[in-house]
């Protein structure tokens, strides 16, 4: 199994050549185009609203929930980049930890940011035994199959919760949730623990891909895993670690978002779309383009609701994914070939 290296599969250079060098000159021309669209889209919501803290409080929203969304797509972009599986199981997953949240805080007594450390191990160790057990088989078989069995998953994780749970909304609550001020909008404490635990784990995940063996193995194999073969990587090892990560990062968003979403057995599945749009805008592989681009759908979301008043907030965010994917169909941080 080969493909093109992402930024997940980039190799430690010693020394960059002036080619390479000018090559890492594109990605901050792109974000810097990527500011000045936002700055031009804020400017129109402030002139169609006609109020600055609207505006100001869009902004916050936006920053604060992309930030999770950014990580729900790490993990989901992360394992195709390795696997080569579209993982459509990832919002499911997502749900499954929703409700381990709601259960060790209802149950155990737990503060939600304490089953954070819980969850993740969960998930982790689910996210092994499902590769192992299930997808281990499908590696090398057609496209297909593999998104059959990622299917069939979904709905057999999403009907275990509703045969378990039962359909009625749950709620997990944070203890001293209140509004915290921030450059004249309010947002919940809530929100920003959230917001700020997404960030912190995903520069755990990003230290880990660039600074440990682990990492280097991970990015190796999804750079050509019968090169990573030939110097003495176990393939299947990585395989099982990497799916691992994938759905802990679906584990730690799940708990993060308990506080803030209704919990339902199908949750997960409107965070699945909004993963796929994140991971193709952000480049398929690229983990840090994953994150950079959750920032950016989740202000295209927000602010969508003041330039489109009256329609669906998903209309803005499905509008700047067809404009990416006609402009740059690798995506933003994508490399062709």
Same mark, same amino acid.
């Given at each position: 199994?080969?493909?093109?290296?992402?930024?997940?599969?980039?190799?430690?250079?010693?020394?960059?050549?002036?080619?390479?060098?000018?090559?890492?000159? #594109?990605?901050? $021309?792109?974000?810097?185009? #990527?500011?000045?669209?936002? #700055?031009?889209?804020?400017?129109?919501?402030?002139?169609?609203?006609?109020?600055?803290?609207?505006?100001?409080?869009?902004?916050?929203?936006?920053?604060?929930?992309?930030?999770?969304?950014?990580?729900?797509?790490?993990?989901?972009?992360?394992?195709?980049?390795?696997?080569?599986?579209?993982?459509? $199981?990832?919002?499911?997953?997502?749900?499954?930890?929703?409700?381990?949240?709601?259960?060790?805080?209802?149950?155990?007594? &737990?503060?939600?940011?304490?089953?954070?450390?819980?969850?993740?191990?969960?998930?982790?160790?689910?996210?092994?035994?499902?590769?192992?057990?299930?997808?281990?088989?499908?590696?090398?078989?057609?496209?297909?199959?593999?998104?059959?069995?990622?299917?069939? &998953?979904?709905?057999?994780?999403?009907?275990?919760?509703?045969?378990?749970?039962?359909?009625?909304?749950?709620?997990?609550?944070?203890?001293?949730?209140?509004?915290?001020?921030?450059?004249?909008?309010? $947002?919940?404490?809530?929100?920003?623990?959230?917001?700020?635990?997404?960030?912190?784990?995903?520069?755990? &995940?990003?230290?880990?891909?660039?600074?440990?063996?682990?990492?280097?193995?991970?990015?190796? #194999?999804?750079?050509?895993?019968?090169?990573?073969?030939?110097?003495?990587?176990?393939?299947?090892?990585?395989?099982?670690?990497?799916?691992?990560?994938?759905?802990?990062?679906?584990?730690?968003?799940?708990?993060?978002?308990?506080?803030?979403?209704?919990?339902?057995?199908?949750?997960?599945?409107?965070?699945?779309?909004?993963?796929?749009?994140?991971?193709?805008?952000?480049?398929?592989?690229?983990?840090?383009?994953?994150?950079?681009?959750?920032?950016?759908?989740?202000?295209?979301?927000?602010?969508?609701?003041?330039?489109?008043?009256?329609?669906?907030?998903?209309?803005?965010?499905?509008?700047?994914?067809?404009?990416?994917?006609?402009?740059?169909?690798?995506?933003?941080?994508?490399?062709?070939?």
């Amino acid at each position: 199994m080969s493909r093109p290296a992402e930024d997940v599969a980039a190799p430690d250079d010693a020394a960059a050549t002036p080619t390479t060098a000018g090559a890492a000159r #594109v990605p901050w $021309a792109r974000a810097t185009a #990527v500011v000045g669209v936002l #700055v031009v889209a804020v400017a129109l919501a402030y002139l169609q609203s006609g109020s600055g803290i609207v505006v100001s409080q869009a902004v916050v929203t936006g920053i604060l929930v992309g930030g999770v969304y950014g990580l729900v797509a790490m993990g989901l972009t992360l394992i195709f980049g390795v696997l080569d599986i579209v993982n459509f $199981a990832h919002g499911a997953f997502l749900a499954l930890a929703l409700f381990g949240t709601y259960w060790l805080v209802t149950a155990l007594g &737990l503060h939600p940011l304490v089953a954070l450390a819980g969850n993740i191990v969960a998930m982790f160790v689910l996210g092994a035994l499902v590769q192992r057990g299930v997808l281990a088989g499908a590696m090398d078989r057609p496209l297909e199959n593999q998104l059959l069995i990622t299917l069939g &998953l979904a709905m057999i994780i999403e009907n275990g919760l509703l045969l378990f749970f039962g359909a009625d909304p749950r709620s997990v609550a944070l203890p001293g949730d209140r509004g915290v001020a921030i450059l004249g909008a309010v $947002a919940d404490l809530s929100r920003i623990l959230a917001f700020a635990g997404a960030l912190v784990l995903a520069g755990a &995940l990003f230290l880990l891909l660039q600074r440990t063996r682990l990492g280097t193995a991970i990015r190796a #194999v999804a750079a050509s895993s019968t090169g990573a073969e030939l110097v003495g990587i176990d393939t299947r090892r990585i395989y099982v670690l990497t799916f691992a990560i994938g759905t802990a990062c679906a584990g730690a968003a799940g708990t993060l978002l308990a506080p803030l979403v209704t919990i339902e057995p199908t949750t997960g599945a409107q965070f699945t779309i909004i993963a796929f749009v994140v991971v193709v805008l952000g480049g398929m592989g690229n983990v840090v383009g994953a994150l950079v681009s959750g920032l950016v759908i989740g202000l295209a979301e927000q602010l969508g609701g003041l330039l489109l008043p009256g329609q669906s907030p998903l209309l803005a965010v499905f509008i700047v994914f067809v404009l990416v994917l006609f402009l740059r169909p690798q995506g933003l941080f994508g490399r062709s070939g």
